[in-house]
């Protein structure tokens, strides 16, 4: 019964007292490090700081709602459902092989791990970068780079380049956002088109890259 139950809806139920996820779910015997390392350190890495082997992006430096947000992608098939999406179908198994409870026990885990600095794997025109950001992701994604719930806005600051210039092409290629459910993809899909060249790309890129050293993310600070 809890299985088919909102992540949202029973995150709220936890934080409120209103259900013991222990006695729910005998499934979730092991706490949130554990289950970590046991179904997502493989590819996301030990401390959460990504894998580009695995094209696994930096868990760490993610707030608590774009976590629960993006699981419940995943579990409806707003992400990694795409045939051409190999990376995203091998998250799309990993989430449907945890439960909620599991789930909501990993994100409880993951909000306490530190951020950890990345290095910049590209090169391109910060200043140029800096205009870019400001016409076209700062009204979403804020000055800081560290997202918005309010708008949906996935955080950036504290991401590796690599990662997000793959996303970008999977924004590019219709593999993310395909969804007719999927509002925030459809809307990268059209910010995207603003910014098309390479070029621009990684001078966006380098800018965001610049935002960890002048805005570090405080865990547990709401965005």
């Not at 690599?162 to 509002?183: C, I, N, P, S, T």
Request: proline letters at 3%; hydrophobic letters at 35%; glycine letters at 8%.
């Amino acid at each position: 019964m809890w299985l088919n139950t909102d992540l949202f809806f029973l995150s709220y139920l936890r934080e409120e007292n209103l259900v013991d996820l222990d006695s729910e779910h005998e499934a979730a015997s092991t706490d949130g490090a554990g289950l970590y390392l046991s179904r997502c350190a493989a590819c996301h890495g030990e401390e959460a700081e990504g894998n580009r082997s695995q094209m696994a992006g930096a868990l760490a430096s993610m707030p608590k709602w774009y976590l629960e947000e993006q699981l419940q992608k995943f579990r409806t098939g707003q992400r990694g459902a795409h045939p051409k999406d190999a990376h995203g179908q091998k998250m799309l198994a990993v989430v449907q092989g945890l439960d909620v409870a599991e789930q909501i026990k990993i994100i409880d885990y993951l909000v306490k791990v530190p951020p950890l600095a990345q290095e910049s794997t590209l090169e391109g025109d910060v200043e140029w970068g800096k205009v870019l950001f400001s016409e076209n992701c700062a009204m979403c994604h804020r000055y800081n780079g560290q997202g918005m719930s309010g708008f949906k806005s996935a955080p950036l600051n504290g991401q590796q380049d690599w990662y997000l210039l793959g996303q970008m092409e999977k924004f590019d290629q219709r593999v993310r956002g395909y969804h007719e459910d999927d509002a925030s993809g459809h809307k990268m899909h059209l910010e995207l088109d603003a910014t098309p060249s390479r070029e621009d790309r990684l001078a966006l890129l380098a800018y965001i890259n610049s935002l960890s050293e002048m805005y570090p993310i405080e865990k547990g600070q709401e965005r």
